[in-house]
């Protein structure tokens, strides 16, 4: 008997279906409950990995299997695109998994029963696994899309208790259920389809229809899918409150993992589903729509960021600007792959780079910040800015790890944010003359980063390294338990290997799309000169076009400037002869630093903020988290 891919996926299914009925049995014991849970979820995990490195590696070919259950059939594909997010949906879980154990034993926590909790946290990954795998979009999908959204709607409000909780448990799941009946009425209205499509016959019912209707239909996935990605300005109504909302663990699994989801459907509704009638004009105008979409979104959620005093929002509106240089960049790559021009297809190639290399380093940095952000409210008791402060010392691990996030997450040179706005940036000014409204898009995304840098000073300063908690935390704070350190500290290595050899991710992503059939990209993924144009080695990436060296990323050469000049200023202190001295910190005419004169968050980028009220998410200056 041989063993399948997909003899892999449905015993990792099942597994966490496993564990959706074993762990609640034994909730009453949160530890072995807790640890019961992880082991069903490494054990699925590590299925789900060896299917995305069979495929990846080209070990197994992407067949597509048809799975009947009674009168259904429901149609799978693990291409190397669902490949790639089938493995950091394994990936997260997992590690995820093990921070749960210690975190829900936060004294907060502490008054509810864990039974709802390990119920649906099996649930909510299976049905992420599901999404990425069915080709259909109507049995499979709706299978999968419920299992996802109903279980993450009782993770979500957990916290039961505060009816704001409930109330943004309450708006997800209705949004949510609305983004899945736009994407169900969009395949319905598709001639020729049926109960168990696959996404390439939908894609030929697309191309026997007339325009208005392949629009509408179009019109409704980029809604639906949109809604779960968080593009503006449906993003702004349920990211914030229910990422929040739930468990930072859960926070970390929404904005880390499931978002995703919306990017891989968008990424197949413009990639595989665009038949030959509608490669021109018609679907040219859906890619500069997106990338218009994506634009607005990164730079409002960047801002609305910004404003925030909560941690965790501050950190869900970021997510939604992080999105946005994914929509960004596959407006733009499906733009110029149907541009005819061999200029704009290449930069194509790199747009597309970006998109993967970008929603993988979110979800392993977006998810470190949350988890983070969990270490820090299990330790003090609230992820209130203004609260906070001075944990550098105590928290010291913590700290480290977030810093590592969040210099990723501002793209600063060497780190793995840099690496992946690099190609969605650098696609889209290289468009030159011939992509004149791109290249502003990618001027506005450029700028757009500075801002990012400023929230995350924000975040970290705020937190780890100005004054605060000794005021407002009486009792004495420490670092948490191994349990959470451990996986915040794997994702934290990852997340530096992506930043500093990113040629071995792009050479994962080329083959990608150059192994994933069907797709309007794969021909040009698979040229050798497309190729020959986009040089990596464990070194960096460059990128050729006309015979001639046009960008490059070198992290590692970076860093060791950045190592010669540190020793050069550390040498040339030491030949001088400085001394130092300690003196009193000059406050204003203030004898003592004390939480009546000390900086609070609603005071930093004061200006700016103020300036830009008009992009929404204002808060209070005078609120209280």
Known sequence: MVFTIYDGLFAGLLLLLA????????????????????????????????VSIAVLSGGAPAEPFVLK???????????????????????MSTLTAFYCIGYMEMEHYRHYGLADFLRSFPVFIAGMAGIVTVDDLSTGFTIAWQMMTVASFFLIRFDHHDQAITRSANKYLLLMELAWVAIIAAAALIPHAGLGTPLHALAEGLGSADTGLRTLSYGLLLFGFGMKVGMFPL??????????????????????????????GIVRTLFWMVPEPAQHLEARHLGLILAGFGVVTLFIGTVQALKQNDAKRLLAYSSIGQMGYVLLAIGTAHWFVLSGNPLLQSLAVLALIGVLYHTTNHALFKGLLFLSTGSVQYATGTKDLDQLGGLLKLMPITALVAAIAC??????????????KWAIIASGLLGGK???VIVLFGVIALMTSTITLALTVKFYGMIFTSAGVEWSHKGGVREVGLVMLLPMALIAAICLVQGFFPGFFIELFVRVFAHSEGSLVQALFADPATQA?????????????????????????LLAM??????????????????????????????TLNSANSYTSSHIFAAFKNFMWWTGGNVPRASKV
């Open 19 to 50: 564990a959706a009925f074993i762990t609640p049995l034994f909730a009453a014991k949160r530890t072995l409950a807790g640890s019961l849970n992880f082991a069903f979820c490494l054990a699925a995990g590590v299925l789900f990995a060896l």
């Open 69 to 91: 259950v009674g009168a259904l059939a429901i149609p799978f594909l693990i291409d190397g695109f669902s490949a790639v997010f089938l493995g950091l949906i394994a990936l």
């Open 533 to 557: 144009s986009l040089t990596h080695s464990w070194a960096g990436v460059g990128l050729t076009l006309g015979g001639q060296p046009v960008a490059f990323v070198m992290p590692l050469a």
């Open 235 to 264: 993003g702004q109504l349920w990211l914030p409150d229910a990422h929040s909302s739930a468990p930072s663990p859960i926070s970390a699994l929404l904005s880390g993992v499931m978002i995703k989801t919306g990017v891989y």
């Open 407 to 420: 210099v990723s997450i501002a793209g600063i040179p060497a780190f793995s944010g840099f690496a992946s």
């Open 562 to 591: 950045l190592t010669v000049a540190g020793l050069f200023a550390a040498w040339l202190r030491r030949a001088g002869g400085a001394e130092q001295r300690q003196a009193p910190v000059w406050l204003c005419g203030y004898q």
């Open 434 to 436: 011939s992509a004149g």
